[in-house]
Antibody, heavy 122, light 110 residues
């Protein structure tokens, strides 16, 4: 059974750093792209970026480029999303999602993690 | 890039059909047949309902269907049921390994 299990909820202060995780199981982790999605309170889904764990090839949304870092450790079948200096506006639910590949590359998110709630407050 | 445009809400009675539009540009929806749709119930992770414009994953009821014309994709729910009440998002490939979500639509079953 394919599963993506994310790390638990976090409460941080502005300026602190944070790294959340997404562990894949039940499939070949290195052969599928993993995307990250933000959902701010009461708002819609926003695509942040995507990584191919096989070679760590990564693409960021222009809106998130320079604001977060996406990485993966294939030896642990885990993808990561990290911040070096959190802001209150980073408060949101963050989802990871496995992507199936089509002719042009990853095209759809077929399995999702349960989400990690990040709260940034002084 | 800008979010794809969806109606804020649609509603229908049980058994009726509702459609949700998703309007983008020739750089995303209109340029590729890689539009997918997701259902999200409150407090839950999104669930894939339609991919590659009109294909249904295993286990998704056939009352869900998708289509596309030009820069606009659509999700239709036929024979609306109470459990279909949720938020729905479209998602499109936008070239060079970039992607964009729609603004989201709340479906209410009256």
């Amino acid at each position: 059974e394919v599963q993506l299990v994310q790390s638990g909820a976090e409460v941080k202060k502005p300026g602190e750093s944070l790294k959340i995780s997404c562990k894949g199981s039940g499939y070949s982790f290195t052969n599928y792209w993993i995307g990250w999605v933000r959902q701010m309170p009461g708002e819609g889904l926003e695509w942040m970026g995507i990584i191919y764990p096989g070679d760590s090839d990564t693409t960021y949304s222009p809106s998130f480029q320079g604001q977060v870092t996406i990485s993966a450790d294939k030896s642990f079948s885990t993808a990561y999303l990290q911040w070096s200096s959190l802001k209150a506006s980073d408060t949101a639910m963050y989802y990871c999602a496995r992507h199936q590949t089509g002719a042009v590359g990853p095209t759809r998110a077929d399995y999702w993690g349960q989400g990690t709630l990040v709260t940034v407050s002084s | 890039q800008s979010a794809l445009t969806q109606p804020r809400s649609v509603s229908g009675s049980p058994g009726q059909s509702v459609s949700i539009s998703c309007t983008g540009t020739s750089s995303d929806v209109g340029g590729y047949n890689y539009v997918s749709w997701y259902q999200q119930h409150p407090g839950k992770a999104p669930k894939l309902m339609i991919y590659d414009v009109s294909k249904r994953p295993s286990g998704v009821p056939d009352r869900f269907s998708g289509s596309k014309s030009g820069n606009t994709a659509s999700l239709t729910i036929s024979g609306l049921q109470a459990e279909d009440e949720a938020d729905y998002y479209c998602y499109s490939y936008a070239g060079s390994y970039n992607y964009v979500f729609g603004t989201g639509t709340k479906v209410t079953v009256l």
